[in-house]
Structure formats: structure tokens, C-alpha cells
């Protein structure tokens, strides 16, 4: 069987661009709609913003700054800021930017555009793991100083997608340290960083750090594609020309949309505060059960689990689709995780409570306990 995680080597042009394996499998079951959805890695925000008048109307004049939201989210002057189509775009245009022609770590598991997209832009990819604990995952020092060693660029995702969690203080300080002993820049994919109210965006560590993040996770805006990615200003410059000639210009309708929340950024963190109040406590209890070890992450409305002896994408694919159950198998994000699976909390706890009774029972018939 094809892999179906992200996989790393050379660069890679028309027949040899790796696929995103995950969203080929994930895009048809969600539009299957089913009644059970534990799938989410954002925020289910039940915005209403009403009509726009002229919404593809230019936006561009006098005065108008199109950063100046995320310039004022962060406190950082725009002209450490680039916009994007979304935080994956972000993930090509800082690539290209930062790149200094050598080859890129990168972080798995992973979403496929933070581990593949280098290789799209000519560039080699060599793997780095976090290793599982029953907390956060830790970084193996000694085998990530070898393969740092050979390397100008590291791509990272800080919460790890999809077990939730970051990195420990410890871990991050000493990365920080190698890379810029090493002269290695770190492109880091902060979409669930928003959820932890005292996170520390990576740019801030230094010049050759860059934080990448969009209004999708945290925010629940997925469908305006609006994204963002901050760094010194001289890679911001690269940024810029890499911009125009990839992408052209930012589109009106996304900068409209997003004026029009500008105000309202803390409504989503506050919801998933509560979600995690209402229900994670009934997953940790129907996981318990099941004697399923977990410890749910500080931050963020997902997390992801072993299920000892379950193949979980056929468990999602048989009997998870009889019962209307959707979640997402962990061989999505890495080889050695077909046994995970990746399930959100950021449903109304209505329907959470109902999807989890629904999990307890599909994960009951798969590990054949009576
Ligand atoms: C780590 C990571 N980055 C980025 C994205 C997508 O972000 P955007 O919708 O802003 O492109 C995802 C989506 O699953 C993700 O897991």
C-alpha cells in the first residue's frame, strides 16, 4: 500500500511531488458529512458576520494597512509581517525566503506541506522525530544535533499535529541554542499556538527564527484563507518578492472579511476554554474505561492516543463509518502511527457527548473487548 504519511528526499517535480495523503483521505469522508464529527483540529466557531456590500471591491487606498491586525495581535511594527493565503501558503513563501540552498530538517509527524513543500521548491529533506511520552514529546538531542549539523533550515510545528502537545521548556531552549550555534534557521508552524494565552512565538527568539500562523484553528476562519508570517525584515523583503511572484497580491475579499473580526479575536479563545472544560473530562472518562492511557495536552482542542492492537484507519473506514463516527488515523502523520488516533474536542458539548459515547462503543467492537 502507498504511504500515507508525509515522506521526505529529494527534490521533487510533476510525478514525484509527494501527495498530502491526509487531506486526499480526510476532504471525501467530511463531505460524507457524518452525524459523529471528531475530526476538527480547529475551532467550530459559529460566526455570523452578516452580508457584504462590494465585497471584491478593492480594498487598497490612502492610509489602508493590510497588517495592521496581525501588527497589532503580536505588538510588532508590519514591516515584520507578511500576509498570506493561509498558513500553508506561509509555509511556501518562507521556505523560498529564508532558504539558503541547503538541505531542510523537518519536524514529523507532521501536516505534509510543513514536511513536503521544501522538496517542491528544490530542496532536500532529511527527517527529525519527537519521540512519544506520556506527555510531551520529546526531542531526541543526539540524533537531532547529527542531522541539525547537516542542515540550514528547520521547519517545526511546535504543537505537534496530532498529538497536541509542544515541546518541553527544556527542549526548546536547547533547540534554540543549537540552532543558532549552528547558523540554522527555524520556520516554525504556530496555527495552534493562539490557544495557549502565554505562548512565546518563536520569532521572538531571534533573527533567524520565523513564526507562521492563520486565522483557520484557533479562529474558526479556515474558509477566508487568511495567514500570516513574521520574521526579520530582511527575510520579510524575500518574503515579499517571493510574494509577487508566486501569489501576485493578497486578495480583497479575505482582507474584508478578516477587518470585520478584528475586534472579536478573543471570542474563539474563550470558546475553547470552555469546550475544554465541558469535554475533555467525558473523553478522559470513556478513555479510562477502555484503559487507554492519555494525558489530555495544556492547550488546544485536539489530542491523539494509542489504541493498543487497532489499525485505526480501518477501524474509521469500517465500523467508524457505520456508526457515523469520523476521526483521524495517526498513519496520516508518520510511519509507526497506525495504531493512533486524533480526536478534537471543538464541538458543542451536546454533540461531543454523544460522539464520544459513539467512539467508547466503535473502539469496544475493534479492540473485541466484551
Ligand atoms: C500544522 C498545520 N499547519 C497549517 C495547517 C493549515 O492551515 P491553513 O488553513 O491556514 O493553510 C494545518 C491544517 O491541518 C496544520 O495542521
Redesign the pocket.
Given at each position: 500500500m502507498e504511504e500515507t504519511y508525509p515522506v521526505s528526499g529529494g527534490p521533487a517535480k510533476g510525478n514525484d511531488i509527494p501527495p498530502v495523503s491526509y487531506l486526499k483521505w480526510y476532504i471525501p469522508r467530511l463531505k460524507e458529512m457524518r452525524e459523529h464529527n471528531l475530526s476538527f483540529?480547529g475551532l467550530q466557531f459559529p460566526w455570523e458576520l452578516g452580508s457584504f456590500d462590494d465585497v471584491w471591491k478593492d480594498h487598497r487606498g490612502p492610509g489602508v494597512e493590510d497588517r495592521a491586525m496581525v501588527s497589532e495581535m503580536y505588538g510588532i511594527p508590519v514591516e515584520n509581517i507578511h500576509l498570506t493565503h493561509?498558513?500553508?501558503?506561509a509555509l511556501g513563501i518562507a521556505i523560498a525566503s529564508a532558504s539558503r540552498g541547503g538541505k531542510v530538517a523537518v519536524e514529523m509527524p507532521s501536516?505534509g506541506?510543513?514536511s513536503q513543500t521544501a522538496r517542491i521548491l528544490g530542496l532536500e529533506t532529511v527527517t527529525v522525530r519527537r519521540i512519544p511520552t506520556r506527555k510531551e514529546w520529546i526531542i531526541d538531542r543526539e540524533k537531532w544535533s547529527e542531522v541539525l549539523s547537516e542542515v540550514d533550515l528547520l521547519m517545526i510545528?511546535p504543537q505537534l499535529?496530532p498529538v497536541g502537545w509542544t515541546y518541553t521548556e527544556e527542549d526548546r531552549e536547547w533547540l534554540v541554542g543549537f540552532c543558532k550555534e549552528n547558523d540554522v534557521r527555524i520556520i516554525s508552524?504556530e496555527?495552534y499556538s493562539g490557544a495557549d494565552r502565554n505562548w512565546k512565538p518563536f520569532f521572538a527568539e531571534g533573527d533567524n527564527c520565523i513564526s507562521i500562523s492563520?486565522l483557520?484553528?484557533v479562529h474558526g476562519l479556515?474558509q477566508i484563507r487568511y495567514?500570516w508570517m513574521i520574521a526579520s525584515e530582511e527575510i520579510i523583503a524575500n518574503a515579499e518578492n517571493t510574494f509577487h511572484n508566486m501569489a501576485g497580491i493578497m486578495a480583497t475579499p479575505v482582507i474584508r472579511v478578516a477587518e470585520r473580526i478584528k475586534d472579536r479575536l478573543h471570542e474563539p479563545v474563550d470558546l475553547i476554554e470552555y469546550y475544554r472544560e465541558k469535554n475533555l473530562p467525558l473523553l478522559e472518562q470513556a478513555l479510562e474505561r477502555l484503559g487507554i492511557e492519555w494525558t489530555p495536552p495544556p492547550y488546544g482542542v485536539f489530542g491523539a492516543f494509542r489504541i493498543p492492537g487497532v489499525d485505526t484507519m480501518q477501524m474509521i473506514d469500517t465500523i467508524g463509518k457505520e456508526h457515523g463516527l469520523l476521526a483521524v488515523p495517526g498513519c496520516m502523520f508518520d510511519s509507526g502511527l497506525d495504531e493512533w488516533l486524533r480526536v478534537g474536542w471543538s464541538i458543542d458539548p451536546d454533540s461531543f457527548s454523544k460522539a464520544v459515547k459513539v467512539l467508547e462503543s466503535v473502539i469496544i467492537t475493534a479492540m473485541d473487548i466484551t
Open positions: 483540529s493561509g498558513a500553508t501558503q501536516y506541506p510543513q510545528c499535529n508552524d496555527v492563520s483557520t484553528k479556515g495567514g
